[in-house]
DNA sequence: GTTGAGCGTT
């Protein structure tokens, strides 16, 4: 009886969801449940994962029977130290097919008036939907989102937003400086100087044709410090340095002679 | 093994 989300949603049509964030990311269902079903009678617990990875995304979704219940659950498990984290238990906002929720619950009546405006929108969302993501640029997607995922995501920003009050910047006093004149010419100025130096830095492709990709110390002053008692006299002979490649691939190195270097032939 | 704002699955 913890296998919630295991068959997707079961019926949201008079649960009432409750979403509970700041989670752990080893919190499970199975953790929430008992929880959370002492005080209701939870109908589906969900956790969201990673497509990805799999992994828990910090948060999850509790569906209670009664809103009564949701609600005691709000109140008493909101603000609840679970597994050494303060979770954050409140009535979802938005559904999954984007349904209006009341209190928790999903209205089917949509407000026709309103378009689909969906407010959701992450990268997520946007990169499965994309279809032209992997066309464009698979790596970059997931170079950020790793980079995010071990590195965290702007805290700056998010930190900022998180804030006692809800409001960052009200009236956007982000105003940029006086006016779209000056930072237009600094950036016209920096972009032009920019792009200049681009040219120069940009082409790393071609910018090192590096006929030699190893400096290849070894090959250096190797034969001779590094074998001094293995020296053989073929080797002295000056017939075939033979720069052994502790790796066995000598045809990788330049090897100047393949053939001499093994010598089988 | 890491992280920490947010709103969801077959």
Do not use: C, W
């Not at 910090?58 to 909101?78: I, S, T």
């Not at 609840?80 to 209190?103: C, L, M, S």
């Amino acid at each position: 009886m913890s296998h919630f989300g295991r068959s997707g949603p079961p019926d949201i049509s008079d649960t009432y969801s409750l979403l509970v964030l700041n989670i752990t990311f080893r919190t499970t269902a199975d953790d929430l449940f008992p929880l959370f079903h002492k005080y209701g009678d939870v109908v589906d617990i969900f956790i969201p994962k990673d497509r990805r990875t799999g992994d828990s995304r910090g948060f999850a979704f509790v569906r209670y029977k009664y809103a009564d219940e949701a609600q005691k659950a709000v109140e008493r498990l909101d603000g609840r130290v679970v597994d050494g984290r303060e979770i954050t238990v409140q009535f979802a906002k938005y559904g999954p097919n984007a349904e209006r929720i009341h209190k928790g619950r999903i209205v089917e009546s949509a407000p026709r008036s309103k378009r689909s405006r969906s407010p959701r929108r992450r990268y997520r969302d946007d990169d499965y939907r994309e279809k032209d993501y992997r066309r464009r640029s698979r790596s970059r997607s997931y170079d950020r989102y790793e980079r995010d995922r071990h590195r965290g995501r702007d805290r700056d920003y998010r930190r900022r937003s998180r804030s006692r009050s809800a409001s960052p910047d009200k009236g956007r006093g982000r105003g940029r400086y006086d006016d779209d004149d000056r930072p237009i010419r600094s950036i016209s100025r920096s972009r032009s100087r920019s792009r200049s130096r681009s040219v120069d830095s940009r082409s790393p492709a071609r910018r090192s044709p590096s006929p030699q990709r190893s400096p290849s110390p070894r090959t250096s002053a190797s034969p001779r410090k590094k074998s001094p008692r293995g020296e053989s006299p073929r080797t002295r002979n000056g017939h075939s340095p033979t720069p052994v490649s502790p790796r066995g691939r000598p045809d990788a190195s330049r090897s100047p002679s393949p053939r001499n270097s093994d010598g089988d032939a």
